[in-house]
């Protein structure tokens, strides 16, 4: 067991004026599964990268432990597995890696393929595998879930739940809950840590939540009332001061002294209630910093004028020779929300195109209804640049609503000048979110909506979905997310082959 300490730690990028980080003070225990949650943009891999020595800051940082961070960047993929994996670790022993490849269930044939020809999901298996070999690092596993599908987060959350410590940026609330003993936590004003599940430290922050809440509601309540009673004090305290002057004026024998006396006990009754209510507005001040605002959604979905949107009926989707999915049969209907599920390869993303009104080579029956809106939802993001002013002219969003939802989303309005090429991932799929949620449509498809976006934004959306009910048709790997949105359903076989 060794400890991370940071002390006084302060950071803000090259000519930004907000600090990302201030005189932060926290330790860690490196036997610890840490799971890092907050919301976009607030600075998780900032850290891993401070703590990688990528950047210099003020304050320090002391550890007894080298890093290593993943995902391991791999600049020639061409180059045969076992090179990267050589370039990763070249002292491994060979049965020490055939050990790691079973417990994530990767084929020592990998080895021997170019690495740019593996999947997603295995490509990552093979360099966690690779990373864990050395000994005495601390591992900074950053968001390693993103394009895998629930099979293989399952079999990686249990490999992960076997090992020693690391940190792991995740936004997957099931995946974290099987494999991590302690939270931490970027807020909007401090940073903690909890030791538990996700579940656990989800479930504390809402009672710590409602406590503020309650806690605001009363100091609320108490500066009403102050505020009242000094109103009163203020009218009588006229009044006497009015008896006085006409009790100068008239020259009768009333007891001034005691109308002074009077006069000051109610300004001394003042000022102690303004004492008062400076105090609980103090107070109040310090309450709510850490309530993350989560504010409702809304989406405007068409009805169509059929029940029924489209069909599939034994249909199989084609690359040349290549079939990506085979005889796929289902029905959209209004209303509904369809999950499809299947793992990597069985051709998801290949059906919402093709439904979506992509021209793709396929067999089978496929009916689309007539003049049918759909919004759609890609996983791609890299064609995002420019400024959000002019994407939502490009689009005809109207942009007072799209900036609005974006602000829902915990965008800052700092980041409505800026080039969307620099945003975060979650940030760049908030924007495709955004769009969507502006757009009218009788269906919308969305292709793994959630990659890199924050659990309480994944909250967000699971609410609205379940307010608004637009008929909806998903590829989403988040396996609380799909238990609360689906309504149905769709699993795809896989294709003999399909990585």
């Not at 225990?29 to 990528?54: A, V």
């Not at 968001?143 to 690391?166: C, F, I, V």
């Amino acid at each position: 067991m060794s400890l991370i300490q940071v002390r006084d730690l302060t950071f803000a990028y090259d000519g930004s004026y907000d600090n990302i980080f201030e005189d932060v003070s926290f330790q860690l225990d490196t036997d610890w599964k840490l799971g890092f949650t907050g919301r976009n943009g607030r600075g998780k891999t900032t850290f891993l990268h401070l703590l990688l020595g990528k950047y210099e800051y003020s304050g320090t940082i002391s550890a007894q432990v080298q890093f290593e961070y993943f995902p391991y960047m791999v600049e020639d993929q061409d180059q045969l597995t076992m090179n990267v994996v050589d370039e990763i670790y070249p002292d491994y022993e060979h049965w020490q890696l055939m050990r790691e490849f079973s417990l994530l269930q990767v084929s020592e044939g990998v080895l021997y393929r170019p690495f740019a020809s593996l999947s997603g999901g295995e490509q990552t298996k093979v360099m966690l595998a690779a990373l864990f070999l050395k000994e005495n690092h601390f591992l900074l596993i950053d968001e390693p879930t993103n394009h895998l599908d629930m099979h293989a987060r399952e079999l990686l959350s249990n490999y992960l739940q076997s090992k020693g410590g690391y940190i792991l940026v995740s936004h997957d609330r099931a995946f974290l809950d099987n494999c991590v003993d302690h939270v931490l936590s970027i807020n909007k004003t401090s940073i903690e840590i909890q030791k538990g599940s996700f579940s656990d430290w989800w479930e504390n922050k809402q009672r710590q939540d409602r406590f503020e809440l309650a806690e605001n509601e009363k100091l609320k309540r108490e500066m009403k009332r102050l505020a009242e009673a000094a109103e009163r004090t203020s009218v009588w305290s006229d009044k006497v001061e009015k008896s006085k002057n006409n009790t100068r004026n008239s020259g009768s024998k009333v007891d001034k002294g005691y109308i002074g006396h009077k006069a000051a006990k109610m300004m001394k009754r003042s000022k102690s209630m303004e004492h008062r209510q400076h105090a609980a507005m103090e107070q109040k001040s310090k309450l709510l910093k850490n309530l993350e605002g989560t504010d409702s959604l809304k989406i405007a979905p068409l009805v169509y004028h059929k029940h029924q949107l489209a069909e599939l009926d034994q249909v199989s989707i084609y690359y040349g020779d290549q079939k990506v999915c085979s005889d796929v049969s289902f029905a959209i209907e209004q209303g509904e929300r369809i999950a499809l599920a299947g793992r990597n390869g069985s051709g998801k993303s290949s059906l919402l195109r093709l439904i979506g009104g992509e021209e793709l080579e396929h067999t089978g029956v496929f009916r689309r209804g007539s003049q049918l809106k759909i919004s759609y939802v890609s996983q791609d993001t890299s064609h995002l640049q420019g400024n959000l002013t002019d994407y939502a002219r490009s689009y005809g969003l109207d942009e007072s609503l799209f900036k609005a939802i974006l602000r829902k989303l915990d965008f800052a309005r700092v980041q409505f000048d800026k080039d969307m090429a620099a945003y975060s991932g979650g940030q760049k799929k908030k924007v495709l979110i955004a769009k969507s949620l502006c757009e009218q449509a009788h269906l919308y498809i969305w292709d793994e909506p959630l990659n890199f976006i924050d659990v309480l934004s994944r909250m967000q959306i699971e609410e609205l979905l379940l307010a608004y009910a637009p008929t909806l048709l998903f590829v989403e790997h988040d396996r609380e997310f799909c238990r609360q949105v689906a309504t149905k359903v769709v699993e795809l076989p896989g294709i003999d082959g399909a990585g």
